[in-house]
């Protein structure tokens, strides 16, 4: 199997995201599955997403990068209470379903303003 190396220089010009995570081992086969369910959800789906795209990488396949592009905050903050509809609610004062949070050895979400 042939693979395509892409590399990304990523150019902030709408509301973006950033969520980077290491998932435990153990969890690695269902992180892929919800991935690419989510991805399925939400890419051509959700109000203003422009873009979506979950990220494994290379050297180390328990390590992720989702990139976001949403034409305003409240498209991605929407986006965020319905991941609860996919996968079930977050914890008493989380934001993330608690199943998905489950899966991480850590986390770490970045937002970004428009570079005008």
Request: hydrophobic share 40%; proline share 5%.
């Amino acid at each position: 199997m042939t693979r395509t190396l892409l590399l990304s220089l990523i150019a902030l010009l709408i509301s973006k995201s950033v969520f980077a995570a290491k998932v435990k081992e153990e969890y690695l086969d269902e992180f892929l599955e919800t991935a690419s369910l989510l991805t399925k959800e939400t890419r051509g789906k959700r109000k203003g997403c422009i873009s979506d795209s979950f990220n494994q990488r290379q050297d180390d396949p328990t390590e992720f990068v989702l990139y976001e592009q949403w034409e305003t905050e409240n498209d991605l903050n929407e986006h965020i209470r319905q991941l609860a509809v996919l996968l079930g609610p977050p914890k008493p004062g989380g934001v993330l379903p608690e199943k998905l949070v489950a899966m991480y050895a850590s986390a770490k979400p970045v937002y970004y303003n428009e570079v005008q």
